[in-house]
């Protein structure tokens, strides 16, 4: 524990006493990142880039903090991954809907922030592009039980023919 500040000395003073007295101490040897450049040192920051940084150190969606139009036409961009979650085709309508809902509902608020030019999203293609996308994902995790079972099974027979070799 570090003793009090002595009311003779300024504080400034006293942090570099206590840092060279760590240093002799070897407090700031084998530290992780030692010998390595500070990441972002020489690129210009603006007033907000520290809260970027904490943003993404601690993986938040920054989709949450867009303003309402700027979040609807995110939304919008990614639909296509949304829906291939969806199992069932009322599930994959019943979020379209939604997405349309609050589409009509944000044109029919007052605007805030950017100028919200988000169209409605039209129901068939989208059902239609995940139809075809839930085939496509169904047929890869086909190949890949085939090729996980083909594993298997060369290495149920490479571990029989390794008993037969013992015993033989």
């Known amino acids: ?17 206590q840092i060279r007295a760590a240093q002799a101490q070897g407090a700031f040897e084998n530290l992780p990142g030692a010998g390595k450049p500070i990441p972002g040192l020489g690129q210009p920051q603006h007033e907000l880039a520290w809260v970027a940084n904490y943003l993404r150190r601690e993986n938040v969606d920054t989709a949450e903090l867009l303003p309402p139009a700027l979040a609807i036409a995110k939304e919008v961009e990614l639909l296509r991954e949304r829906l291939v979650r969806e199992r069932a085709e009322e599930d994959a309508r019943a979020v379209v809907d939604d997405l349309n809902a609050r589409i009509d509902a944000a044109h029919a608020r007052p605007q805030i922030g950017p100028v919200f030019r988000v169209k409605l999203v039209a129901v068939e293609p989208a059902i239609a592009q995940w139809r075809a996308d839930r085939a496509a994902l169904a047929e890869i995790r086909r190949a890949e039980r085939e090729a996980q079972q083909a594993r298997a099974g060369a290495a149920d027979r490479a571990a029989r023919r390794r008993w037969w070799r013992r015993t033989g």
């Open 1 to 17: 524990m570090t003793e009090r500040k002595p009311s003779n000395m300024s504080v400034p003073d006293w942090i570099e006493q």
